[in-house]
């Protein structure tokens, strides 16, 4: 099993930041890639951005420019830093971490951002 806390979400005027972060402990390992992905409601889940073990990062065109993900790989942990928020970024946002079992996913944290 994997458990994974998320932390950083909140109400955030748009142009504003916040700094999302996941933390994952069990069967999981810095050799797994991670990620964040986010949802509206009525809407299918989005990818946000991916890092993999070895830094290599993939973003949603949405994104692309303003959010920045890292990982620390000897805290098993992924952050998503978010700058120039827009309205349209609110979501949930979900932490994701792929091992070779499958995929396990967080339960989420709210970021809304105000126009």
């Known amino acids: 099993q994997v458990r994974i806390v998320e932390s950083g979400g909140g109400l955030v005027q748009a142009g504003g930041s916040l700094r999302l972060s996941c933390a994952a402990s069990?069967?999981?390992?810095?050799?797994?890639?991670m990620g964040w992905y986010r949802q509206t409601p009525g809407k299918q889940r989005e990818l946000v951005a991916r890092?993999?073990?070895?830094?290599?990062?993939n973003y949603g065109d949405s994104v692309k420019g303003r959010f920045t993900i890292s990982r620390d790989n000897a805290k098993n942990t992924v952050y998503l830093q978010m700058n120039s928020l827009k309205p349209e970024d609110t979501a949930v946002y979900y932490c994701?971490?792929?091992?070779?079992?499958?995929?396990?996913w967080g339960p989420g944290t709210q970021v809304t951002v105000s126009s």
């Open positions: 890092i993999n073990p070895d830094g290599g990062t």
């Open positions: 069990g069967s999981t390992s810095s050799s797994n890639s």
């Open positions: 994701n971490v792929l091992t070779l079992r499958g995929p396990y």
